[in-house]
């Protein structure tokens, strides 16, 4: 079983700022098959980037994924209000068991 | 537009069964996608519990698999989840989730249901 690090656990920043969040894996993820959610209070998780790289449906451009092996990174390049939440990465795909690293809060300084 | 919506009982009893199902819309369940199950219990992170393929495949994660079902009813283009035993370590809000899947390989869990809260508890 593969398991994801991610840091910090909290960051705590101003609109405007870019926010860089990093995720570790235990060993290397198979094919890239990494992904970051966002999650805001009472709602669900929005799948953000797959494939360690792309942008999914309707995400806008100032998020951005990046890394391979054990390494990734979600950057937002300038943060909005509403990008103020917690992220989840997430491994996937061909090696199960799915597994989810324990989150970063992403706050509003 | 893909939707999915859980269903079932919002508290159960310590050492009974947990029951949800997830209902689809937008998509065929014997489609070529994967159907998976998430919780989370309150204020803490998400947890994997399992999927099952379109051809009925199943993984879990190894720390439920003793207590965990995950089944199909093409008929009705829904799936669902089976805990036994629960405790009140099982009480969480419980997803589902597709897994999308395309000839170039997964691109994650792109639609999830809203959540539903399980309390276990006598």
């Known amino acids: 079983e593969i398991v994801l690090t991610q840091s910090p656990g909290t960051l705590s920043l101003s609109p405007g700022e870019r926010a860089t969040l990093s995720c570790r894996a235990s060993?290397?993820?198979?094919?890239?098959?990494l992904a970051w959610y966002q999650q805001k209070p009472g709602q669900a998780p929005r799948l953000l980037i797959y494939g360690a790289s792309s942008r999914a449906t309707g995400i806008p451009d100032r998020f951005s994924g990046s890394g391979s092996g054990t390494d990734f990174t979600l950057t937002i390049s300038r943060l909005e209000p509403e990008d103020f939440a917690v992220y989840y990465c997430?491994?996937?795909?061909?090696?199960?068991?799915?597994?989810f690293g324990q989150g970063t809060k992403l706050e509003i300084k | 537009q893909v939707q999915l919506q859980e269903s079932g009982p919002g508290l159960v009893k310590p050492w009974g069964p947990l029951s949800l199902t997830c209902a689809v819309s937008g998509d065929s369940i014997s489609s070529n996608n994967w159907w998976s199950w998430v919780r989370q219990p309150p204020g803490k992170g998400l947890e994997w519990i399992g999927e099952i393929s379109p051809r009925g495949s199943t993984n879990y994660n190894p720390s439920l698999k003793s207590r965990v079902t995950i089944s199909v009813d093409k008929s009705k283009n829904q799936f669902s989840l089976k805990l036994s035993s629960v405790t009140a370590a099982d009480t969480a809000v419980y997803y589902c989730?597709?897994?999308?899947?395309?000839?170039?390989?997964?691109?994650?869990?792109?639609?999830w249901g809203q959540g539903t809260l399980v309390t276990v508890s006598s």
């Open positions: 989730a597709r897994e999308l899947w395309a000839e170039d390989g997964s691109s994650g869990y792109d639609s």
């Open positions: 060993q290397s993820v198979s094919g890239s098959y």
């Open positions: 997430q491994q996937y795909g061909s090696s199960p068991p799915d597994t």
